[in-house]
């Protein structure tokens, strides 16, 4: 009896001073499709190196959530996580509470695509990292191009007609729920990202101009919004209405529809050995407003950033240092396919193997519209939810385009009344 | 409820000692039993009225999530103020107050459909036939599954594309095309309230089934013997009988559905047309950080229940007292 007692205080004797020299940081990494798993392999390697642990938070899918789940903690000024994965939106919002970089990351961060750092800072000061960029894609059926002898829609009139064309061939097979068309229109977040493409392919602006002007209210808006309202209930299911991204990777790859609005991830998924449509799938830059419109993904990405709470701050710095690093981005582009936003990356031959749409990509970020949450600062949420209330009101045909439009900007004139801040 | 009920029967004697002077006993009781409710008292205080007050308070304030303790008093403007001669607040808020609509049209319907199928259920279960036990607990189930996991189960089952409730239908031959049950706003609302008919039914019927167990026999026998029919005897006798406990439940129920979060929450997240008060006051506290106007939405959401259960509670009570003269 007494040896075993003897044993077990050695053993805590040894447990406590091993955490004396090292420390342990908690990460909340996002655990959508297989994020989880490629976020664990880097945060060990790091612990490997540094001898320090590193704890994984698993956080809500939803985006919402989680930033909900975010602002609580930090808003009583909780320590529990160290390190946050957080969205390109949200720097401005969360800014109080994140730790300053930019004596860390000044001389690095001139390495990464300009569209992320510019939504890594706040007045200024490098408030996060970029960690991985993100951009809206269109996802098309090449064998079903190739069947019908389209070429991939340049515009979305392109896209209505392809869309309708496959759809009617389709369903003459015997296909009754195929579908030419899916996308995200829940009102949530997602639907301000989509929309936010529509509009800016039309030359119809960022809903807030760098400037803090109100825009939406023009009649390129209006354009867009009722191509969009056209689509619902022809070439694109009604319940696309309640759709976020799996609901609508759900349906395409089932094979039920010919094209879909999706983020990259949806790609190693389409690809992957249980799919129905492996090898049958292509990806392209959203199509333009018109002969005169552009190419127009909004961008997204997360970011990394330390809590001001954090006990731990220089291992945390040290560890969001490591995971946005060259070596750390480049196994992550080619284990997880997601997209590094370390410009260098690009033209990587291991990464142009793993991911051969990697060059397209870079051109897609480099157009990427970025939503108005620097600008609009804390009030991004307050905008961003006015305008999906808006866009869904006119997708389920409850309000004319330029009259939700002019209602829309009375709401965020409102919201802004004296300022943004 | 019940409680308020049995503080009544114990105060009536009490009030006649006092009317006659109080005697030593009747004083050393009374100190007894605030001795008694100290506790209870203290711990309502604690964990329901601290927070209320602090609410409460916090609605006159601007307050912001990103910063709580620093935040200025500021009246009445969250609820109504005028700016540059535009009338702004909650009170003016088209949204807040479809809002309020949203969820008394969802527990008036929800809560009357559950009365009615609650109190079938109930007969079914009253009467006797082999398996009964087995029933009542199987019954149960849909109630003691959380209302999130309901919801999600209830969601991917109405899913227009993959949702097993549209295959069933088009296999029947009911509808030509998927129903998007969710999504389309004229069916939202009506599958928010059958999700929550299916969750809640359960516990209707067992509170009623515990009240059609207290009735006492030899009035059906003697309705038996003088040969009324079933119906009238439902009707005449059994609905009388159970009404005190019918409220009871009423009650409970449209306390639980006019806080309705989860469910709509979880079906519609924060969409306009479906949002209940509750799901309007979190987004403003949490998704806009606005502490002071989701407190001012707190508020009233407590004022709105307090008022529709004192009006509940009083046109029950009406009507039992005529019955019983």
Redesign the interface.
């Known amino acids: 009896m007494s040896r075993v007692i003897a044993s077990l205080t050695l053993a805590a004797g040894l447990l406590t001073s091993a955490s004396v020299s090292a420390v342990e940081i908690s990460i909340s990494c996002s655990a959508l499709g297989k994020e989880y798993e490629i976020c664990k392999q880097g945060v060990d390697a790091w612990a490997q190196k540094t001898g320090n642990t590193v704890k994984i938070v698993s956080t809500p899918n939803s985006a919402t959530e989680r930033l909900a789940l975010y602002q609580q903690l930090l808003a009583a000024g909780a320590g529990d996580i160290d390190v946050f994965q957080i969205d390109v939106v949200w720097t401005g919002i969360l800014a109080d509470h994140l730790q300053d970089l930019t004596s860390n990351g000044q001389s690095v961060v001139s390495q990464h695509l300009p569209a992320m750092v510019e939504t890594s800072r706040v007045n200024g000061k490098l408030m996060a990292m970029p960690w991985f960029a993100d951009a809206g894609l269109l996802y098309y059926r090449k064998d079903l191009l190739d069947k019908y002898k389209r070429p991939v829609p340049q515009t979305w009139s392109d896209l209505t007609e392809t869309a309708r064309m496959i759809q009617e061939g389709e369903r003459k097979e015997g296909k009754g729920d195929f579908w030419g068309y899916v996308w995200q229109g829940r009102a949530y977040e997602g639907l301000t990202t989509v929309a936010l493409e529509w509009i800016a392919s039309y030359n119809g602006g960022t809903i807030v101009d760098e400037k803090g002007e109100v825009t939406v209210e023009n009649p390129k808006a209006v354009e867009a919004l009722k191509t969009a309202a056209g689509w619902v209930g022809t070439i694109t299911p009604e319940g696309v209405l309640n759709y976020t991204e799996e609901e609508a990777r759900g349906v395409f790859q089932a094979g039920n529809a010919a094209f879909m609005r999706n983020w990259p991830y949806a790609w190693a998924l389409a690809q992957g050995a249980d799919s129905t449509i492996k090898d049958k799938v292509g990806i392209a830059p959203l199509p333009k407003g018109g002969a005169d419109g552009r190419h127009a993904g909004t961008l997204g990405g997360q970011l990394l950033a330390v809590s001001k709470y954090s006990k731990n701050a220089d291992a945390a710095i040290d560890l969001v240092m490591y995971l946005t690093g060259q070596e750390e981005q480049k196994r992550r582009a080619v284990q997880g396919s997601f997209n590094p936003t370390l410009v260098s990356l690009y033209g990587d031959a291991d990464v142009a193997k793993a991911n051969p749409f990697i060059g397209d990509l870079a051109d897609v970020f480099a157009n990427a519209v970025a939503r108005p949450a620097t600008v609009t600062g804390q009030n991004y949420n307050k905008v961003s939810t006015e305008f999906f209330n808006a866009v869904h009101q006119v997708l389920s045909k409850r309000a004319e385009p330029a009259q939700a439009l002019n209602r829309l900007d009375r709401d965020l004139k409102r919201i802004k009344r004296s300022g943004w801040q | 409820m019940i409680m308020s009920g049995a503080t009544i029967q114990a105060s009536a004697p009490a009030r006649e000692t006092v009317r006659g002077g109080r005697s030593s006993l009747t004083r050393s009781r009374i100190r007894a039993a605030w001795i008694f409710i100290a506790p209870t008292l203290i711990v309502l205080a604690l964990i329901a009225g601290w927070p209320l007050a602090r609410t409460i308070w916090f609605s006159f304030t601007d307050a912001?999530?990103?910063?709580?303790n620093d935040y200025e008093f500021i009246g009445l403007e969250n609820y109504i103020a005028n700016?540059d001669g535009e009338w702004?607040g909650l009170l003016t808020d088209t949204d807040w107050w479809r809002s309020v609509w949203n969820t008394v049209w969802f527990t008036a319907i929800s809560v009357s459909i559950e009365a009615v199928l609650g109190t079938i259920v109930a007969l079914i279960l009253n009467a006797s036939f082999p398996g009964r036990g087995i029933m009542r607990a199987v019954i149960l189930i849909p109630w003691a599954i959380p209302t999130v996991v309901s919801a999600k189960m209830w969601n991917w089952m109405l899913?227009?594309?993959?949702g097993v409730i549209n295959d069933m239908l088009l296999r029947l031959g009911l509808i030509a095309a998927?129903i998007?049950w969710?999504?389309?706003?004229d069916t939202a609302l009506w599958t928010v309230v059958m999700v929550d008919v299916w969750k809640t039914t359960p516990f209707m019927a067992l509170l009623i089934l515990a009240a059609l167990q207290m009735l006492p026999g030899d009035i059906y026998e003697a309705a038996k013997v003088d040969g009324v029919h079933p119906v009238r005897v439902f009707f005449r006798v059994t609905l009388p009988l159970i009404k005190p406990a019918l409220i009871v439940a009423v009650i409970f129920r449209a306390l639980d559905a006019l806080r309705v979060f989860d469910l709509i929450y979880v079906l519609?997240?924060?969409?306009?047309?479906t949002m209940s008060m509750s799901v309007f006051a979190r987004?403003q506290l949490?998704?806009?950080?606005e502490v002071g106007l989701g407190s001012a939405a707190s508020t009233l959401i407590f004022l709105i229940i307090a008022l529709l259960i004192v009006i509940t509670m009083a046109a029950g009570r009406v009507r039992l007292g005529g019955e019983t003269r």
């Open positions: 912001n999530l990103n910063s709580l700016y702004l899913h227009d594309q993959f998927p998007t969710t999504a389309n706003p519609t997240a924060n969409s306009r047309d987004q949490v998704d806009f950080q």
